[in-house]
């Protein structure tokens, strides 16, 4: 590393030997207006590392940016190198929709002492709320910036940043309006003590930043830059452009929603950021604490933008997904068999993310935009979570189970709560509906809720049992014949006549109970789905799968007591052409089909 290198980065030509205020505020803007605030890693399959030499490499020699623990570390080591007395800050952000700041540490800041005086330097937390100058730490004392009014706070030890806002002129619309009514004109941003920090003091952080599916850096895909009259910003598919004061005491807001191709296009363009890896944007609604608060009251406001890609979901449009065009006027058997077929012909049961780089997560409106608006497929946890919206939507008494799944290797069930169904009432009976388990033991109508009774269908016959209030489940199946000789024996074919499925109970669950699991399942090693790749999808006289490079055709009963099972082995040429032709699936990432022998039987 040399900081002749870093200088050039940041377009900074200007003289480095006085370590005074002048410069530092130089340097600071050159660098804010070079270096993005940005998440996209976490986005497209890349580790972040904190680690002072990947992260030169990645900002300096690759012309990336980062978030607060890798920005503010580089320039940490920058104005080091330069001669300033600085050391790092921890602090705690302001969490606005619960109006209150973090528990735990999760920015990094930088204090900087010139002639005794101490400055707080902090490029990295990007949007609205980046300083622009470096600011004098004293409390209580109003610092205009072009971006507003900056101001620390101090309580016992304890400092609070906060900035004073302006108003937003939205160019579409024909009166201004304010931020959120309850957020005031004030914005409190985090708060920090005195206290010394070292790096690794943050490496616990960094990597639950990554993995937690809670955290807002999971849920948004984030690019902002500061630019010399505002700043950009891309989180998700949204673009927006912020002018300062461009009248009196109010900002202008210029925001356009991006298709996929243009996201490419605008980051190269606007952000100067060409991405090794194929970016997958997520906007999951709530906004990051660094962007400006307007972006949600624009849609409301403004009835004719375009919608966004995460915006308000609707059942027309997931119906057209699923090809269902019948009646919803009564919340009756028919009607959600109708629904319910559909959607199990539509949209497969698969794991493919796991094995492309893509995160799994449990949020409902990211698991929306990829199944109705990318037309992927998706696990149980996403095709239950998505199909037990659609039936509350339309007003049926819905609630969430959770089942333990059957290990016909170890002829036990799991001992962890890893599938997802959905209980209906209607008139007073109980079914379970599971549109997430795939292959020959998808159910293809509702389930009545009874014990010991054979309910058929065109899969087979399927049966619950109820003992000491836990519900099992298992499927009869027929003969199979299978032509090609050479797979009579394959371990994807199901020996047993009898197969048990799961186990569940009747205690109503939410989707905080499968946090852990959604993590665990594409992440350990033991788990059966980062040990193969699956594809499963129903079709009006069978199903399809894709298991790693074997794809099977089963058409059910083709002749009496008897399905039909072809097997096909597939090139790696073919697998991307047969995603497309038979499960209607296009992958925005490289595929690397997985299936290590054993644990799964279609």
Not at 54 to 59: E, L, V
Not at 67 to 88: K, P
Not at 276 to 304: A, F, S
Request: glycine content about 6%.
């Amino acid at each position: 590393m040399n900081i002749q290198e870093y200088l050039a980065r940041i377009s900074y030509d200007e003289s480095c030997k006085d370590t005074d205020l002048q410069t530092l505020t130089a340097i600071f803007q050159h660098h804010i207006r070079a270096v993005p605030f940005e998440n996209l890693s976490m986005h497209c399959g890349e580790p972040i590392e904190l680690d002072l030499q990947a992260t030169y490499n990645k900002i300096v020699r690759k012309n990336r940016g980062g978030w607060c623990l890798e920005t503010n570390h580089l320039l940490f080591w920058a104005l080091q190198e330069l001669g300033y007395d600085v050391c790092i800050l921890g602090g705690n952000s302001y969490e606005p929709a619960e109006k209150t700041y973090t528990a735990e540490m999760n920015h990094i800041l930088l204090k900087v002492v010139i002639k005794g005086n101490p400055y707080i330097v902090d490029a990295g937390f990007g949007g609205a709320y980046q300083m622009w100058q470096p600011l004098m730490l004293i409390s209580g004392k109003d610092q205009p910036q072009t971006p507003g009014i900056f101001r620390f706070m101090e309580n016992n030890g304890n400092w609070y940043f906060e900035k004073v806002k302006r108003k937003h002129y939205i160019q579409e619309q024909s009166v201004p309006f304010t931020d959120t009514p309850d957020a005031g004109n004030i914005r409190k941003i985090y708060t920090f003590t005195l206290k010394p920090r070292h790096i690794n003091d943050f490496q616990e952080l960094n990597t639950y930043l990554q993995v937690s599916p809670d955290n807002i850096l999971q849920k948004k895909s984030i690019c902002t830059l500061q630019t010399t009259e505002g700043v950009y910003g891309l989180v998700g598919w949204t673009f927006s452009e912020m002018k300062y004061n461009y009248t009196e005491d109010m900002d202008l807001m210029q925001i356009t929603t991006l298709t996929d191709e243009e996201v490419e296009k605008i980051l190269k363009e606007k952000f100067s950021i060409v991405l090794e890896n194929k970016l997958v944007p997520v906007n999951v609604r709530g906004l990051p604490p660094n962007l400006v608060d307007t972006i949600t009251d624009v849609k409301k406001q403004n009835q004719n933008a375009i919608p966004s890609f995460t915006g308000d979901m609707n059942l027309e449009e997931y119906f057209t997904r699923t090809g269902y065009k019948g009646s919803l006027e009564k919340q009756d058997l028919e009607t959600l068999t109708d629904i319910f077929q559909h959607h199990i012909r539509a949209v497969p049961f698969e794991n493919l993310s796991i094995h492309c780089g893509e995160k799994i997560t449990l949020e409902l409106e990211h698991i929306y935009n990829k199944i109705v608006r990318r037309k992927r497929g998706g696990w149980c946890m996403e095709n239950n979570q998505l199909l037990g919206w659609v039936l509350k939507c339309l007003g049926y008494d819905t609630s969430f189970l959770g089942a333990y799944v059957f290990n016909p290797h170890q002829n036990a069930y799991t001992t962890l709560m890893t599938h997802l169904l959905v209980k209906v009432v209607i008139d007073g009976k109980a079914y379970i509906v599971d549109g997430g388990f795939g292959v020959s033991y998808q159910m293809w109508q509702p389930m009545e809720l009874v014990s010991g009774k054979d309910q058929p269908q065109a899969p087979g016959v399927f049966r619950f049992t109820e003992i000491n209030a836990i519900w099992y489940l298992e499927k009869l199946r027929r003969k199979q014949y299978v032509p090609n000789q050479n797979f009579s024996n394959s371990d994807l074919l199901e020996k047993k006549e009898c197969r048990k499925v799961y186990m569940f109970s009747l205690e109503p669950r939410t989707m905080e109970d499968f946090r852990y699991q959604c993590t665990y399942l594409q992440t350990s090693p033991d788990s059966l789905f980062t040990r193969k790749s699956i594809c499963a999808l129903q079709t009006t006289d069978g199903f399809h799968a894709l298991i790693g490079w074997t794809l099977t055709k089963t058409t059910y009963n083709y002749k009496e007591n008897t399905d039909l099972v072809e097997f096909e082995t597939l090139e790696d040429e073919e697998v991307e052409k047969t995603l497309k032709e038979k499960f209607n699936i296009t992958l925005d990432r490289k595929l690397v089909p997985i299936n290590i022998k054993g644990l799964y039987t279609i």
